[in-house]
C-alpha cells in the first residue's frame, strides 16, 4: 500500500524568507501524480502545486516550487517570500492516475510578521 | 462556473440519528470522491463513485455507511445510527471525465457534530 510520510508536525517560518516542508512516500508504482495541498483556517483545501512522475523538471507555481527526488521518494516544498496569508496546514498527497488522494499526516506552517 | 458544493456546512446529531451529507461537483464533472478529515489529523479517502457506479469503496466503513451519485443530483454520503466516532469533517471532490489533468477540486467540507 502507499504511504505518505510528513516528518515535521509544524514548522516557523519569517516574513519574506524561504521554507522547505518535507514528504516522502512509499509506493512501487512508477508512474504517479504527487501534490501539495493548502488548508487554511477556513479549512477549504486548497491545491498549491502537482508533480507528474515522469516528468524530470521540478514543478514550479509562483512562489512555491518542489524539489522531487524521484529514486529517493521524496518530494519537498519550497515556498520563497514566504506571506502571512501562506500561513495553513500544508498536505503532501499521492495518487495513481485517475485515483483516490494518499496524504500525509500534514505540517503546520506559522508565518511570524 | 462555481466550485465544488457541500452542504450543509455544519452538521448535528445525536447518536442514533441519520446524517446525510452532499456534494454537487463541479460543472462537467463526473467523478466524486469522499475523504474524512478527523481531529488533528489528515484526510481519508472512504469512497470513489461515477454516475450511478461505485467505482472505489475500499476506505467506506463496513457497516452504516453508503454512498451515491444518481444520475441526477448530488452525490449523497450517508450514516446511519451515527456514533460520536463518527464527530469529523468530511470532504467532497470532483474531478473531470477528462483524466489527463488528474486534479481533484474539493469544496468546504461538511462538519458533522455528534452529541
Known amino acids: 500500500a502507499q504511504t505518505v510520510t510528513q516528518s515535521q508536525p509544524e514548522m516557523s517560518v519569517q516574513e519574506a524568507e524561504t521554507v522547505t516542508l518535507s514528504c516522502t512516500y512509499d509506493?512501487?508504482?512508477?508512474?504517479?501524480?504527487l501534490f501539495w495541498y493548502k488548508q487554511p483556517p477556513s479549512r477549504q483545501m486548497i491545491l498549491v502545486i502537482r508533480?507528474?512522475?515522469?516528468?524530470?523538471q521540478n514543478a514550479t507555481e509562483n512562489r512555491f516550487s518542489v524539489n522531487f527526488q524521484k529514486a529517493a521518494k521524496s518530494f519537498s516544498l519550497k515556498i520563497s517570500d514566504s506571506q502571512l496569508g501562506d500561513a495553513a496546514m500544508y498536505f503532501c498527497?499521492?495518487?495513481?492516475?485517475?485515483?483516490?488522494?494518499?496524504f500525509g499526516a500534514g505540517t503546520i506552517l506559522r508565518v511570524k510578521s | 462556473n462555481a466550485g465544488v458544493m457541500q452542504n450543509p456546512r455544519h452538521l448535528v446529531r445525536r447518536r442514533g440519528q441519520e446524517a446525510r451529507l452532499r456534494c454537487s461537483p463541479m460543472?462537467?464533472?463526473?467523478?466524486v470522491y469522499w475523504y474524512r478529515q478527523l481531529p488533528e489529523e489528515g484526510l481519508k479517502f472512504m469512497v470513489y463513485?461515477?454516475?450511478?457506479?461505485?467505482?472505489?469503496e475500499s476506505g467506506m466503513p463496513k457497516e452504516r455507511f453508503s454512498a451515491e451519485f444518481p444520475k441526477e443530483g448530488p452525490s449523497i454520503l450517508r450514516i446511519q445510527q451515527v456514533v460520536r466516532g463518527d464527530s469529523a469533517a468530511y470532504f467532497c471532490?470532483?474531478?473531470?471525465?477528462?483524466?489527463?489533468?488528474?486534479?481533484?477540486?474539493f469544496g468546504a467540507g461538511t462538519r458533522l457534530s455528534v452529541l
Open positions: 460543472k462537467g464533472h463526473s467523478h
Open positions: 463513485l461515477q454516475k450511478e457506479n461505485i467505482i472505489d
Open positions: 509506493t512501487s508504482e512508477s508512474d504517479y501524480y
Open positions: 498527497a499521492y495518487s495513481l492516475y485517475g485515483n483516490k488522494l494518499v
Open positions: 508533480q507528474e512522475a515522469y516528468k524530470q
Open positions: 471532490a470532483s474531478s473531470t471525465d477528462s483524466l489527463a489533468k488528474n486534479i481533484q477540486y
